[in-house]
C-alpha cells in the first residue's frame, strides 16, 4: 500500500470533478505535524493562482467532491487552503494487517519492469581490495538487492580491471617466484607480492624491460604469459569472493565482466569513432574533442581513445562496456558506483556513448559517485603508520570488537551462536555507517559510533528487532499465527502505523535516486516510533485486554518484518537474540 499515491489518486479525482484542469498536480505529502492530519494536499494555492480563485474557496471545492468515506476520519481546510486529511485509524489498522502482516512480501513490484545493470565494486585485481572498495561495494549491492526486491532484472557487473601495463610487471615478478614456490604462496599476500614486484620494477636491472616485453606478449596471446596472468587473476579473484563473503554483499565470479573481456571490441571501437568523424588524430594519439564537454571558457579537455604506441584506454573500454549493456544487455537503466573522483571521466564516457552511438536512446546511464571515507582526524582512512587499510583486516577488526562488546554486555549464548551474532553485529555495523550518510558526502569512519548501540546505527536497529522476538518468546506465541484485528487507539499507535505503510515509498525513492540513507533513516524512525510505542503501550501487563494484546503483538510483527526486510535491503542480517 503507497498511501501517498492512493491519496494522490483521489484528490486529482476530486479535482477533476470540481473542474480543475487535468494537469494540475494533486501536491499530496505527508503532513509536517499531527496537528495538520496525517496527510495534506497543497493543490489548492497553485491552482487559485492559475485560475484567479480563492483558494480557500476551491479547497472547499476539492473537498466537496473528495471520496475518501472510510479512509480519512476528517477533512480539514487550513490556512490559505490546506487541505489536511486525518486518516481513520481503522483503515489504518486494516491496511497494516493487510499489506504488512499478512502479505507474502511487503513490496509492491514495480509497474514498470527495467533491466538494470548495476556496475559495482569493481577493484583491480592488481592489488588486494583495501577500504577504498568498500563503498562501491555495499552501495551498489544495496541497490542491487532494492532493484531485485522490486522485480527488475538485475544484471550485476564487476568491471574489475585485469589488464593494463601492471600486470606485465606483476606475471614477470611471479615468473621468478615460480621456480621457488608455487602460484598459490607466492601470492597469499599481493599486497606484499606487488610492493615487491614494484620495487623491483623500480631498481633492479632489467626487470622493467622485461616487464615490458611481457605485456606485449600477453597482449598478443602468449601463451606462457596467459598462463602466468590467468594464475595471478584467478587467485586475487578468490580473494574478492572471500570478502564479498564476508561483508554479505551478493556478487559471485558469475557476476565478474573483466576489463579484458572487451580487449577485442576495442579497435572496433575507435574505428567507429572515426568513421563518424568523432575521433581525430591528435599528437599520433586518436582522440575526440567534444563540444558539450567545453569548460565556461570554451576549451574541450579531449578524449583519448588510443595512444600513439596503439594501446587503448581506461575509457576505451568503458565505452566498449557502455555498447554491451546497452546492446547486449538490453539495459533501460545502468547505474555506475564509482568513486566521484572519476567524474569527469564517467561524463565522458556517457556523453561519447550517446553521439556515437554506443548507448540506446531510451537508456538512462547514471554515475551514482560517493565521498571518500575519512579517519577520526579527517584525513582519508589510513592504518597508524600511514599504509592503506585492508578490506579483510577491517572486517575482522569489526567482528572481534563485536565479540567484545557482546562479552561485555553478558550474552548469555552458546559460544557458537555469539560468533554467529557478533559477526552479524560487526560487518552490520561497518555496513550500515557507510550505507547512512548521505552517499556524495566524505564521512568519518569511527569504531565507537558504528557499534553504539543507541543512535541511527545497525546494532540499535539489530537490537530493536532481538526486543520484539524476545517478547514473542516471553508470549509464548508464534507471530506468524496471531490473528485478530490491529485497533489504533493510542497516538503512539497510530504514528507506528503510518510509518509501516510508508515503507514502500522510501524504497521507491531508493530505486530511483539511488540513495541508501533514505531507507536508513526510514529504518532509525520505524525503529524509535516502536520504542516509544513501547514505553507507552503495554503487551504483556495482566491488565491488558486480550483483543488490544493480540492487536499490539501484531504491530509488533509488521514493525520486525519491516526491521528485517529493510535490513536484508542493505544486506545486513538480523538475529533472533544478542
Ligand atoms: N577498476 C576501477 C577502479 O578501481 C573502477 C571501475 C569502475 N567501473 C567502470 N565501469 N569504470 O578505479
Redesign the pocket.
Known sequence: MKIREFLSGRVRAAMTAAGLPEELPPMVAPSKGPQFGDYQANCAMGAAKRLKANPRELAAKIVDALELGGVAEKLEIAGPGFINIHLDPTWLGRQVEETVVAASGLLDPAPEKQTVVV?YS???LAKEMHVGHLRSTIIGDALARVLEAQEHDVIRQN???DWGTQFGMLITHLEDRREETDAAVALSDLEQFYRESKQRFDEEEGFADRARANVVKLQSGDPHCTALWQQFIDISVAHSEEIYQKLNVTLSHKDIKAESAYNEDLPGIVESLQQQDLAVEDLGAQAVFLDELADKKGNVTPIIVQKSGGGYLYATT?LA?VRHRCHDLHADRVL?F?DAR?SLHMKQVFALSRRAGFATEHCSLEHHPFGTMMGEDGKPFKTRSGGTVKLSELLDEAVERAARLLQEKGSDLSADKQAEVARKIGIGAVKYADLAKTRTNDYIFSWEAMLSFEGNTAPYLQYAYTRIQSIFAKAGVDPTELAGDIRLEAEQEKALALKLLQFNETVDLVAAEAYPHLLCNYLYELASLYMKFYEACPILRSDVEPLQRESRLLLCQAVARTLAQGLDLLGIEVMERM
Open positions: 556496475d569493481s577493484p583491480n568491471h574489475v580491471g568503458d562496456a555506475y564509482i572519476q
